[in-house]
């Protein structure tokens, strides 16, 4: 048995955290600090803000800004409703929940490449979608859900796989968040006749708020890393900015341009998240 | 104690890694980096070497601009651990500007007859930079039920020939053909982010309209191939945009007509042999464009294992591996002795397309320009410019101009002339 002295003791505990310091420093740290750097040098190596410059003149940034807010702005909203709606139905424990609830999970074990192939081959031109209707004599021909000059199609199909792809993870939040609530606060409610709407209203939401602010915050920042179901199912047809990262830093190799996008999307997040935190803010509540 | 036992631990470790470093070739290539190509690297091409010679080989696939960041930070830091490179022409040409490369025209590789054009390329300004490896191309695959809706005045026989009537405007005319008999448009292009649309682009049809990849960008022949695709786009399967490789299209004959890379069509070829023709690209005013690409193999400078990377070379370019390749990843070979052993089938399919195009006479050959980190700017020019035009109705005199300025500065700030 190896023994210690007093002194080694002492650093031990410091000795212990030092691989994962190394590690944070080397693999979070230092990229961190070189993205900021490549970001703000020009390629003459110019300390500034050229780069910036050389982006916002570029309308593929405006459209990938856009196309990622519109994304945000049309996935989130509808995944917490239904993840709400979902929560609340499950939460009613019926016979058989557990069965939905395993069910209503099953793409949380789905990476989004998976997801993607996926819903392309339920939507392609001689997908399962296309088949069906052709084979019951609804369509003729094939509809052509994405591809050319069909972004606005492929958008929405987009939004559908996100849907179902992420919306267990907003559902497993507020269902735990569900299931802690006393059920003294609904008997309380009775007695003073409250109504089912009243009672989610005063009781239910309130209490879920901490829970729903934190979903909302994982999948507003989630939204913008959103990037292989787009790829792989628009290519660059609807640019968005995790997108831009890619392509900028694997097929231009800028890597200044792609670290300025990088940039900007962690720039928005943080704002995002302060937006949320202040805006969203609990008041204290005991559970 | 604590401190004898983390420096003993740390003592082993560096031998471990000592040894591992000693023992071992490292193959590093941007090459059969897709997983069932690398499967094929490393149970077929390196196994079977390293049970001939005794040597072992560890097969690195990387990407591009990895390859380029690493045998450059190895040769700086004069800590070289890769003793083989399998490149592009283009990728070894600008590692070659940086002096990464040994000269090798002092090897033997005994009965190998290259091909010339590929041997001429390999040497740069006097230096013999690498070995010619495999080389590629990229032809039009045909669903041979396609050939039912040719227009009146052509023939398959124009078409596998590539005869003087196999145009673009005889393409136009098959693609409408197709559109109305499968009520929706039968000609793909891969289109996607990793697909290869672009080379089609820069070294197919502006060939074939121009002259020149880059030098009559935004010439009055290139307005006219501009139009041209214009008039072509309702009759390219609008999924083309997502897809990467031809051969699931072809096979599940979403597309009837595909253009891409010989080793992104194979797989369509070899499944249903006796439905797919392999055949020529159509030509254009100026001839018939395409491109030839060359794979070579270099050893980096102070490389750890020289002696056995040339032994590995020669294997790689002997006869029977170069038909196994072929077979598997559809790289074509690049001596002569190899031509009379590929055996009949789906590779004669293939070998017998890219031998009809490289054959026709009116052949205007390009070069994937080496433009090294900017390449990725070079082809964005092009898929950028058919984007605006094509799909989003852009003025086409303005487009090019402007993106033909952008062109001519990347040549010009590479130091490459305009091809």
Redesign the interface.
Known sequence: M???SRR?KNW?PYLLFLPALIYLAGFIGYPLVKTLQLAFTSEEGKVGIENFITLTRDSTFWKALKNTLYLLIAIVPLQVILAFLLALFVNGRFKGYMTVLYIICIPLALSDVSAALMS?NIF???GFLNKLLMKFGFI???I?F?????SSRAFWVIVLTELWRATPLVFIILLASLQVISKDYFEAADVFGFSSWQKFIHITLPLTMPSLQSALLIRTLFAFQIFAVV???????IPILAGEVY?QQ?????FRLAATYGFIIALICILLSWVYLTFLKTKHLEV | MLKRFIVVLIICMLLTSAAFAAEVLNFASTQMVPAAEQIFAKSVLIKGFSDESGIKVEFIPMEDPDMFTRVSAEVAAQKVTISLVGDLHGGLDLMNTKALFDDLSGISLPNRTFIKALEDYSVMAGKKVYVPWMQATYVMAVNKKAFQYLPADLKVEDVTGASEKWTYDALLNWSKNLNEAFKGPKLGFPMGPKGLWHRFLHGYIYPSFTGYQAASFDSEQAVKLWEYLKELRPYMHPSSSVWESMDEPLLKEEVLIAWDHTARVKNAVIEKPADFAIVPAPRGPQGRGYITVAVGLAIPVEAPQKDNAVKLIDYLTSPDIQVKMLENIGFFPTIKEAEGVIPEGPLKILATGVLAQSGSPDSVIAMIPSLGAKGGEFSAAYRDTFTKIVIEGADIGTTITTAGDKLRAIFKEVGVPLL
Do not use: Q
Not at chain 1, 146 to 150: E, N, R, S, T
Not at chain 1, 231 to 237: I, P, V
């Open positions: 190896i023994s210690f080694e031990i392309y392609t031109s001689h003729d021909a094939p052509y994405f591809g050319l000059g069909l790829w792989l199912l628009s290519g660059r047809d392509y694997a097929e231009l190799i800028n």
